[in-house]
């Protein structure tokens, strides 16, 4: 049984990394490196000491502004390590400490990531995606390379299918969706049968809840897809299969 104390470690775990998420999401598609220079206020570019770069308490004790020029810092700085923190801690509560998060807490910071990015940008950068599935396949072989022929099937089953409806209808979704898809399928193995179904539930629900606000001018708009996929893969790391044991109990047997 999971113990608090792993719950609580997780998500401050969470906390840092998804400050480092921030920077991933800010520097990646303007080509600036990740790695260096240190964090940095993104107006006066005042590099920021260890006590103003601390995960979610610096801004509150800031009050969202930049200590050197009283600019005011994003909220998504604060809402993405808080984000990060309660996803760790809620897949280590569901699904406990052990081997497997070398797979799924990685997996989950791709996921938030991907959708920080593809919300401002409506990119879904290849320099995630690629890392992200040599490190699935990797993790895997080390943790449960048992799993391994499964892990691929779901990965190639899943970028097909999305590659399918992307040629069929290209203007809901792109080739990034497509690549995200298959590396959903690298991490969750069967389990991403329910996260794409997920994805599309939510993605549909999104897209028929503006055209009734906006009418005929939301068809114009395109909505990023990939925040709905990432939602999705984290149904299918917490519930995938519990989902897969419904469905078989129900329809199956």
């Given at each position: 049984m999971t113990s608090a104390l792993e719950i609580v470690f997780a998500a401050l775990f969470g906390a840092v990394l998804g400050s480092f998420l921030n920077v991933v999401a800010w520097r990646l598609?303007?080509?600036?490196?990740?790695?260096?220079?240190?964090?940095?206020?993104?107006?006066?570019?005042?590099?920021?000491?260890?006590?103003?770069?601390?995960?979610?308490?610096?801004?509150?004790?800031?009050?969202?502004?930049?200590?050197?020029?009283?600019?005011?810092?994003?909220?998504?700085?604060?809402?993405?390590?808080?984000?990060?923190?309660?996803t760790f801690a809620a897949i280590v509560a569901v699904r406990g400490f052990d081997d497997a998060l070398w797979l799924e807490l990685p997996f989950a910071a791709v996921l938030i990531a991907v959708t920080?990015?593809?919300?401002?940008?409506?990119?879904?950068?290849?320099?995630?995606?690629?890392?992200?599935?040599?490190?699935?396949?990797?993790?895997?072989?080390?943790?449960?390379?048992?799993?391994?022929?499964?892990?691929?099937?779901?990965?190639?089953?899943?970028?097909?299918?999305?590659?399918?409806?992307?040629?069929?209808?290209?203007?809901?979704?792109?080739?990034?969706?497509?690549?995200?898809?298959?590396?959903?399928?690298?991490?969750?193995?069967?389990?991403?049968a329910p996260a794409l179904l997920a994805a599309f539930a939510t993605g549909s629900a999104a897209g028929l809840a503006i055209l009734l606000r906006e009418g005929g001018s939301a068809r114009k708009k395109g909505i990023p897809f990939a925040p709905f996929l990432a939602l999705g893969g984290l149904v299918g790391i917490l519930a995938g299969p519990a989902l897969i044991d419904l469905y078989r109990d129900h329809f199956l047997s």
């Open positions: 598609p303007r080509g600036e490196s990740i790695v260096h220079p240190r964090s940095r206020c993104p107006q006066c570019e005042t590099q920021l000491a260890w006590y103003d770069n601390i995960p979610v308490l610096s801004w509150l004790l800031l009050s969202g502004r930049c200590r050197h020029c009283g600019a005011r810092v994003s909220l998504r700085y604060p809402a993405l390590e808080l984000l990060t923190a309660a920080a990015i593809d919300l401002e940008h409506r990119i879904v950068p290849n320099r995630i995606m690629l890392p992200a599935a040599v490190w699935a396949l990797i993790a895997a072989a080390l943790v449960a390379p048992s799993d391994l022929p499964e892990l691929v099937i779901a990965g190639t089953a899943a970028f097909l299918g999305l590659l399918v409806a992307a040629l069929a209808y290209p203007a809901g979704m792109g080739m990034g969706d497509v690549k995200l898809a298959g590396v959903m399928g690298l991490f969750l193995g069967a389990s991403v």
